[in-house]
């Protein structure tokens, strides 16, 4: 081993054995709070859509570190993101987004709705990633090039070349299928 690559792999091992900065994300009491139903209005007795819920949590999980293999607050990956906002509904999904394009009813992509799942084959030759659909073209996730859990629109090219398809979870008025 050369000099310089000794020196770059000590830096690497020390930015890897560095402490993390303290969480300053959601707590999981937060999220829980997040995914209650909030009071119908006044003079309505509606029920809150399950998307809306959805959503408020997803959201509430913005600029959660980016980790792969990670299932914590402190460092999450796509499926694990996925798999965390669906359990805050108490809807359990599979860990992987491998396995996660296996449920659901597939969807077209001019018919996606809020909280379909969408899918792309990223690294390798079956799904890779995934994250949850937010309306307007655009989806959250936990994404490896940024780092972090935030929202990217599915016009991007690099998502429009490697999206691979969608599946619904979420029918009707909270109608939940699996």
Request: glycine share 6%; net charge positive.
């Amino acid at each position: 081993m050369t000099a310089r690559r000794f020196v770059l792999l000590v830096a690497a091992l020390c930015l890897l054995a560095a402490p993390r900065p303290a969480l300053s994300g959601p707590t999981e009491e937060e999220l829980r709070e997040a995914a209650r139903p909030r009071p119908p209005a006044a003079m309505d007795n509606a029920v809150e859509p399950l998307q809306a819920r959805m959503i408020r949590v997803a959201k509430k999980m913005l600029s959660i570190p980016y980790l792969w293999g990670g299932a914590t607050l402190r460092g999450i990956d796509c499926s694990a993101y996925v798999r965390k906002v669906y359990g805050f509904l108490n809807m359990e999904l599979p860990r992987s987004a491998r396995e996660q394009f296996l449920v659901g009813e597939r969807v077209e992509k001019g018919d996606l709705s809020i909280g379909d799942l969408v899918f792309f084959r990223t690294y390798a030759k079956y799904p890779s990633h995934v994250g949850i659909y937010l309306g307007d073209n655009r989806f959250i996730h936990a994404s490896s090039l940024s780092r972090e859990v935030k929202i990217s629109s599915l016009d991007l090219p690099y998502y429009e070349k490697r999206y691979i398809g969608a599946k619904r979870l979420l029918f009707g008025e909270n109608d939940v299928r699996n």
